[in-house]
């Protein structure tokens, strides 16, 4: 019986999938001991053959694929859980690829007792080299983009509200329930608010950390950064002391820009402030844009950077607004069960 098994959500992941694979076969831990199960959302491109090649030329890793109709990540990796036969639980992206040593450091840190669920920094990177995904993966990384995330920016070691991904003992989910399937983004980020609610730890070590690969292009990351802000109001509404100062600053800007557009008609002072606003913003981000240029000899990055961040901005601010004032959506405690 494998003592890890690392559970992969997945869907049409044909470029990065084999990337991932070779990262796992490459864990200094001891390879006999890993599962590998992919919950895919029945993909139509090449993702199951890749797998299927791989596992071919690599048999000494045990690789299983199970089925994710709903193709929802929470779904995804309760159908992972399932299958589960390991004692540790790795969770990965198939965006994502994992230093050589993050699984033993991962069981290391869970033997020492740091946290109930452990986890480190992505090393964010473009998906591709063109002048716009450098972009956004260097937006997706810097301060002005997320804030205080340590899990993008780095850190010491310590207990954290969230890690990205996780790795835990399989009794932590007798504990606190399967990953909630009606809430479709923010699942780690919930998740975790139980762990901490049932008075675990979320552990953060810089040492374990893996590589992320950003979204491509613009209309990709709206529609990522739109997603993330609806289900974070669903999270609000069950869970409000969970919001920090990084994720308030954007729905906060937005609310404002709609208040003094709709203000400027009547109020003589509201469209100096909106310019006001809009020009301290744009100064900011184009100053960002010039650092992050010359620190990373990148020069597209002055007008990349600045567009990448305000279109994360703009996407999560709005979402989170248009989630917090409409109708909520009926979710249910069926990751509680």
Same mark, same amino acid.
């Given at each position: ?36 199960? !992919? ?30 109709? @709903? ?37 290391? %840190? ?7 669920? $452990? ?43 969230? $890690? ?36 675990? $730890? ?20 709206? =529609? ?11 999270? !609000? =509404?069950?869970?409000?002391?969970? @919001?920090?100062?990084?994720?308030? @600053? ?29 020009? !301290?913003?744009? @100064? ?16 597209? %990055? ?34 509680? =069960?």
């Amino acid at each position: 019986m494998p003592q890890v098994s690392v559970i992969v959500p997945c869907y049409n992941e044909q470029e990065t999938i084999y990337l991932l694979l070779e990262a796992i076969y490459a864990q200094s831990f001891p390879r006999s001991q890993v599962e590998v199960i !992919l919950s895919d959302g029945m993909s139509t491109d090449q993702t199951r053959e890749r797998v299927r090649s791989f596992q071919q030329s690599h048999p000494d890793l045990t690789i299983k694929i199970v089925d994710n109709p @709903l193709r929802a990540i929470p779904s995804a990796l309760n159908r992972a859980l399932e299958s589960a036969q390991g004692e540790v639980i790795v969770r990965l992206d198939a965006h994502s690829v994992p230093a050589h040593n993050y699984i033993e450091r991962c069981q290391a %840190l869970l033997r020492a007792g740091r946290g109930d669920n $452990v986890g480190g920094v992505w090393q964010i990177r473009p998906i591709n080299d063109t002048w716009i995904a450098r972009a956004i993966a260097a937006a997706a990384s810097h301060p002005l983009g997320v804030g205080d995330a340590q899990y993008r920016l780095g850190g010491k070691a310590r207990p954290v509200d969230t $890690v990205p991904f996780g790795a835990f003992h399989r009794t932590l989910v007798d504990r606190v329930g399967l990953f909630d399937e009606n809430l479709l983004t923010n699942e780690d980020y919930e998740f975790n608010a139980r762990i901490r609610q049932a008075g675990g $730890v979320i552990w953060f070590d810089p040492d374990i950390r893996s590589v992320y690969f950003a979204r491509p292009n613009l209309s990709a990351l709206a =529609r990522q950064y739109t997603r993330y802000g609806y289900w974070k109001a669903q999270m !609000l =509404r069950r869970y409000p002391n969970t @919001l920090r100062w990084r994720q308030l @600053l954007p729905p906060l800007f937005v609310a404002a820009l709609l208040i003094l557009l709709i203000l400027t008609p009547w109020l003589g002072i509201a469209p100096w402030l909106l310019l006001l606003q809009l020009g !301290l913003y744009t @100064l900011s981000l184009f100053a960002a844009g010039m650092h992050s240029a010359i620190i990373k000899k990148d020069p597209p %990055l002055v007008i990349g950077l600045p567009v990448a961040i305000a279109t994360m901005h703009l996407s999560w601010g709005a979402a989170l607004l248009w989630g917090l004032i409409s109708p909520p959506t009926q979710l249910n405690r069926q990751g509680n =069960r």
